[in-house]
């Protein structure tokens, strides 16, 4: 009658893509063989000790009573031949969970005797089904459901004996414990990797975790939970020792599995948001926003980009500043910005002459500046300039939708020098620097100063 069960893998479970099937065959040679058994031979049977197991890639059973055989009988059938009252057990690795179990027998009766305990209410027998082989074969087939996690379960047979010639087993990964606390540790601390006084990750209503951390230049660290008999330690899913958090993945907040796994790296000293999806275990590491701010930087300063901010008043951000050589290298300036990063802002080429030139006629006008991009900017002549940066939605193209981003215009004032005959007596009396083009200030002004005594 063996060859009844040839078919038997054709029906299968609906399972998720993350399950596993472990099918095992006690009615083929080359089944025996996948578990480390072998042929008792015609007419004859192995008896299994009380406690022994059998295993097959990650499914192992384990006889529980006394006299659970495997028999090869004299119609040269094999199977599993549980005796009446007699129970095995069906288990997988911590960290999976069985959601079904499939058996394969010849007869209807005996297949009804099975009686499942998971621990919890037993399951379901979801189907009992005859597969009809020809005119003149047929094969019995039993399914069996979990409703609730289960790592192992235990098959009786109530009230007689059970012949079983094949089963499946369809497990997947178990849903992890809840994480209770996650802390952040390691080289960036001193001492290093100290785990008493890692940064602590605050969690919010939805179960994230978050925590600001700033680390130093090629900074290794982990994520620790902390709990009363141990301490699981959080990494990355890398096949090396490091798992590399690169600046796109820091830019674009691309999430990160937690595993016991290695170190995660960062190469770039600053300031990190870290957060971790406890229902997912799942991590971002994003940097923490910069006010951004606008600068003047040319000749004149050094091309510093710290040195004359444009401060800002409602739509614009404005400075003036002193240009006091003639030559064309301080003549010569760019906007920058600087938040995470720093970037730089020119205007576009010039009749290919690596430059653009304000000329007189484009004093007061709008200048359209490139994003990242362009050439310097050239004044007409050294004296007192205002610029003016304007920030505004980027133009989207005839008929399409609004387009992203900002649009950055620049308008260049040159002031005229007045000097003090512009200041009354009142003036004098309050303030006691006067700039190039007649302002006031109780502090100095960059650039050129008159100072009232």
């Known amino acids: 009658m063996k060859k009844i069960f040839t078919l038997a893998l054709i029906s299968m479970f609906c399972i998720s893509a993350w399950s596993t099937d472990v099918t095992m065959r006690f009615d083929t040679r080359a089944g025996l063989t996948a578990m480390g058994l072998s042929d008792p031979g015609s007419d004859k049977s192995k008896t299994f000790t009380q406690g ?130 996650l802390a952040v540790v390691g080289s960036f601390q001193d001492p290093e990797w100290d785990t008493n006084n890692g940064v602590e990750m605050a969690m919010t209503d939805n179960n994230v975790f978050v925590a600001e951390v700033t680390f130093p230049a090629g900074t290794l660290f982990k994520l620790i939970e902390k709990l009363d008999t141990h301490i699981n330690w959080y990494g990355g899913a890398a096949e090396s020792d490091v798992f590399w958090v690169s600046p796109e993945i820091i830019e674009n907040g691309t999430e990160m599995d937690l595993v016991d796994g290695s170190n995660f790296k960062i190469d770039d000293a600053g300031t990190y948001i870290i957060s971790v999806d406890a229902n997912t275990r799942k991590m971002t590491v994003t ?132 000097g003090v005959e512009t200041i009354n007596a009142e003036d004098i009396a309050a303030v006691k620097y006067v700039n190039m083009a007649g302002q006031v200030s109780a502090t100095p002004f960059e650039g050129v100063n008159v100072k009232v005594i």
């Open 287 to 418: 940097a923490k926003p910069v006010e951004a701010k606008y600068y003047v930087a040319g000749g004149f300063n050094g091309w510093s980009t710290s040195e004359n901010e444009l401060e800002a008043q409602e739509d614009v951000y404005t400075a003036t500043i002193d240009v006091l050589g003639e030559d064309e290298e301080s003549r010569s300036f760019k906007i920058v910005r600087v938040d995470n990063a720093t970037t730089w802002f020119g205007g576009a080429d010039d009749a290919g002459q690596k430059k653009f030139i304000i000329t007189e006629e484009l004093l007061g006008k709008e200048i359209t500046l490139l994003e990242g991009a362009g050439e310097n900017l050239l004044l007409p002549a050294a004296g007192n300039y205002t610029f003016n940066l304007i920030l505004a939605d980027a133009a989207a193209p005839a008929g399409m939708a609004k387009a992203e981003g900002q649009a950055f215009k620049l308008v260049v004032v040159k002031n005229d020098v007045t």
């Open 52 to 181: 022994e197991q059998i295993t097959q890639d990650e499914v192992t059973v384990t006889m529980n009573t006394a006299n659970v055989k495997l028999t090869h009988d004299d119609e040269d059938d094999m199977y599993l031949n549980i005796p009446a009252n007699g129970n095995i057990s069906i288990s997988v690795p911590e960290g999976k969970k069985i959601t079904g179990v499939k058996f394969g027998g010849e007869n209807e009766a005996q297949l009804k005797r099975f009686a499942f305990d998971d621990g919890n209410n037993g399951g379901e027998i979801t189907k009992l089904e005859r597969v009809v082989i020809d005119p003149t074969h047929y094969s019995w087939e039993v399914w069996w459901e979990a409703t609730q996690d289960v790592q192992s379960l235990k098959l009786s047979a109530n009230g007689g004996l059970i012949h079983v010639y094949w089963f499946t087993v369809t497990f997947e990964e178990a849903a992890p414990e809840p994480i209770s606390n």
